[in-house]
């Protein structure tokens, strides 16, 4: 049972090297969609990510379109604090991508248009915030796939 963690131009290197350490605890594949707002090579990812990154599964992608010409036939989620459906109703299974977007915007609009029948979000309590930080928000959505796989 294995899932795919996708970023789509992520920006803050701890959440990516936070996220890298989370698939590798997951047993999950991480996928980084080009342009990141840091470079590889910052020690902030890596110490996130602390020596566990040489063993990470990572799949790097120059942009969002080669990313789905080599994706083109996955069962794919996407998560937006804009969606409608709660994450707990993701029809999850193995191999699934679950589709992040950048920290500061999210998915772009022409991907959440597009699939919005794929659509979910995490609730918020609060109308103080407008969403979770992205680590926390990959690990919810991951450890909710692995529990629900594991119950069915």
């Known amino acids: ?14 959440n990516t090297g936070n996220i890298g350490r989370l698939s590798l605890a997951s047993g999950s594949h991480l996928h980084l969609v080009k342009p990141f707002g840091f470079e590889l ?14 063993h ?3 799949h790097m992608y120059e942009n969002i379109e080669e990313f789905y010409t080599v994706n083109e036939d996955k069962k794919m989620v996407y998560l937006s604090s ?11 299974e193995d ?4 589709v992040f977007g950048k920290e500061s915007v999210g998915l772009p609009e022409n991907i ?7 659509l979910y979000k995490i609730p918020l309590y609060s109308d103080k915030i ?13 450890y909710e796939g692995l529990r629900n796989m594991r119950n069915a």
């Open 95 to 98: 191999d699934m991508f679950f």
């Open 56 to 58: 990470i599964s990572v």
């Open 130 to 142: 407008r969403s979770l930080n992205l680590a926390n928000a990959v690990g919810i959505v991951v």
């Open 112 to 118: 959440t248009t597009k699939y919005c029948n794929q």
């Open 41 to 54: 090579s910052d020690s902030r990812l890596k110490r996130a990510g602390l020596d566990y990154w040489k």
């Open 82 to 92: 804009h969606a409608k459906k709660d994450y707990c109703d993701i029809p999850f």
């Open 1 to 14: 049972m294995a899932y795919n963690i996708v970023l789509i131009e992520p920006e803050i290197p701890t």
